[in-house]
């Protein structure tokens, strides 16, 4: 009962952890997107301050404001494509990109990270062909096992309660239920890709430690990186660790077994028996921890 209360507690701190990672993501998109309305507003401020002064002749009869706009403009052009660069990379940081595309298709790039550094992206096409027509998401590279069609079923195309001032709101073409299609359906799948990316770079990176180790083997055969196991013979017998990641928006297991292999001779001496023991002790690192810190924290350093 008290295991079952731990991992309880622990999946709710998941989901606490989830929402407050949300709400950063939000905060920062909101201030980058003000940041880019005041440079805009500045640069056009600086334009027009520019190109109203007065005409005036230097003693050769060239036009000296004339260069000096020309100067302006060129450092004004330069600084604008560093500020569209690091725009770039503020959009990148918030975790998702929204843009325009031709014949009504809207493009959305999720990026994934983990370590400090950017993974791949993942990317969305929806299209509307009419004003009336429903949303689908016509392309993407989202991987096959995350439940992509079940998504767009529950969160594009369905009736909300919304109004505006009290007022019924059109679903599908109000601000209502674009603040919806963001919060929602980009929200769960970003959880869903980045919760992959995690689980396979802690693999990648467990393996890499463990590469100069051959008493200790690390794999992984499913797709979604969803079944993991761990077989060590560090000397007291064999000890075999087995996690499950049955919710694939989480980046740790819901499931982990830690079992030591015990051989010993019968009690008549003719016959080798192995049991199995469990050790429960040695299983809480690896629900919070991910991968190598956790059997760092649990085996010791390799």
Known sequence: MQDDSLSKYRQELEQLRATRDRLKREILEEKMMNS??????????????????????????????????????????KAYRHCVTDAILLQRMTGRTIFSLSNGYVGI???TYYASKFREPFYLLINQETRDAEL?????????????????????????????????????????????LKQCLLHVLEDFVQAF?????????????????????VTC??????????????????IRVSLRYE?????????????????????????????????????????HLRLTPAFISTFGEA
């Open 36 to 77: 880019l309305t005041e440079l805009a507003f500045e640069l056009d401020d600086a334009r027009l301050t520019i190109f109203n002064l007065p005409d005036a002749m230097d003693d050769d009869g060239k036009d000296e404001n004339a260069r000096k706009k020309e100067l302006i403009q060129s450092i004004l052009d």
């Open 109 to 111: 790039r999720l990026e």
């Open 221 to 238: 055969d499913d797709a979604a990186k969803s079944i993991v196991s761990i077989i060590a013979n560090l000397g007291n017998g064999l």
């Open 247 to 287: 919710d694939l928006r989480s980046e740790f297991p819901t499931k982990v077994e830690v079992k030591q292999e015990i051989r010993q001779v019968s009690a008549d001496r003719r016959n080798l028996v192995i049991e199995e023991e469990r050790l429960l002790d040695k299983e809480d690192s690896f629900y």
């Open 136 to 180: 689908r998401i016509a392309k993407h590279t989202i991987p096959h096992f995350i439940p992509l069609r079940e998504l767009e079923k529950k969160f594009l195309n369905v009736d909300m309660d919304v109004s505006t001032n009290g007022l019924p709101c059109d679903t599908r073409h109000c601000p209502s239920y674009l603040t919806r």
């Open 197 to 217: 990316v995690s689980r396979r770079e802690q693999i990648i990176e467990i393996a890499q430690y463990l590469e100069n180790t051959p008493a200790i083997k």
